[in-house]
Every structure is written in structure tokens, then in C-alpha cells.
């Protein structure tokens, strides 16, 4: 829906694919960043996409079940802007570097303080089951809640939102302490997802740690 209202308000009727591309990845050089993503550049990449291996991390890791779906050339080329998003994770990095410096231009300050402002407090998310404070589109700290809302570990500020991927990644900033975090891993425990929150918790635990 928000792809269709981006489509209609451009005067020159780009999809919302090209206009991600034009007015945020390009210029905040993530060009190896894209919402559906060309097929011919999907194959001069090669090697570079790393596969989606399935199953807990500590057993022998098995290709996703979603590879021959998702992970062809035709399959990325569909614009599905809700989970089709592909690029290095530190693209997703230089996206919130960019928000935690005001915007550079994307964006003005005053959006990015409505959308990370608490708009929904203490509800139980209907996606996952579990209460989550949320802003326009991003998750507020929530581990106020307990363990599973706690996607930003256990040291962050209050004021730190951002996004989780699915079982295998998450970005966010934290304005506080001045900090970005985007890390990813290729193997998806989808069955225990525990698994995944307990690493993601003890490698930002360990990165908050470490930058004291």
C-alpha cells in the first residue's frame, strides 16, 4: 500500500522500486542495494550472494526450503516491497548512520522523530505474539517486556528502534549512545527462534561490551 502511495505521488510515476533506488540507496551510496533486484545484476553478482542455509547453526546446515523460490533470478526481480529487500548488511548499516545523523537529505529531522516516537506502547504484537512498543514502521526498545522483545539486547538505551529480519538479522541505532548496529547471519533457526534471539542478545550484548 505505502509502495502504490509512492507510485501515485511521484509526478513522474516511478514504481516505488526506482524511487528507493534514485532517492535513498544511490544517494547514500548503497548501491548494491535493491528492491527487486534487476535479474541480469543478480547474476553478475554470482558469488557474492551468500546463501540461507535452515536449521539450528550447530547442526549441519541444510539449504533453505525457500532457495528455489526466492533465491533466483527471476524470483528477486518481482517487487515485493515487504520482504524483498537485498544488499550487504553494511548498506543496511549506512542507512541508519544516515538517521542518526539528521537524515543527510532523505529524510528531514522531524520525520525521523515521528517515526521513532512511541506510538503504540505495550501492545502484544499479532506478528509475534509478544509485547512491543512501536513507531512508524520500526520497533522501539521494548525489553522492558522481557526476553523476546529485548531485540536490542540488553544494553541499549530506551530511545533505540530499528527493525529485526527474519530469524537472521536486525538493524538499529541507538541516539544515545551515539551507535549503529547491523549484523546478519546465514543460517535461519525458523523452528527455534529462541536460538536466534540468543545470539543476536549476546553478540550486541558483546558490541556494547566491548565499545564500553
Request: proline share 7%; net charge negative; hydrophobic share 35%.
Amino acid at each position: 500500500m505505502l509502495g502504490e502511495i509512492i507510485r501515485r505521488v511521484c509526478a513522474d510515476g516511478r514504481p516505488y522500486s526506482q524511487y528507493v533506488r534514485d532517492e535513498i540507496c544511490e544517494p547514500l551510496k548503497m548501491h548494491d542495494t535493491w528492491i527487486g533486484m534487476p535479474a541480469e545484476r543478480w547474476r553478475a553478482y554470482g558469488d557474492r550472494i551468500a546463501p540461507m542455509h535452515f536449521g539450528a547453526t550447530f547442526k549441519r546446515p541444510e539449504p533453505h526450503r525457500y532457495a528455489p523460490w526466492s533465491n533466483t533470478a527471476e524470483a528477486v526481480a518481482i517487487e515485493r516491497p515487504g520482504g524483498n529487500g537485498r544488499g550487504p548488511i553494511h548498506d543496511l548499516g549506512r542507512l541508519y548512520e544516515a538517521m542518526l545523523a539528521g537524515g543527510e537529505n532523505i529524510v528531514t529531522a522531524q520525520t525521523i522523530e515521528a517515526l521513532s516516537a512511541r506510538h503504540t506502547v505495550g501492545l502484544i504484537d499479532k506478528t509475534f505474539g509478544y509485547q512491543l512498543d512501536r513507531g512508524l514502521g520500526v520497533v522501539l526498545d521494548s525489553k522492558q517486556y522481557g526476553t523476546s522483545p529485548g531485540w536490542y539486547g540488553t544494553r541499549c538505551s530506551p530511545r533505540t528502534w530499528g527493525h529485526g529480519g527474519y530469524n537472521c538479522s536486525i538493524g538499529f541505532l541507538d541516539p544515545e549512545n551515539r551507535l549503529v548496529v547491523a549484523l546478519v547471519f546465514n543460517g535461519m533457526p525458523e523452528a527455534e527462534p529462541a536460538l536466534h534471539e540468543e545470539r543476536t542478545r549476546a553478540t550486541i550484548d558483546a558490541i556494547y561490551e566491548e565499545l564500553a
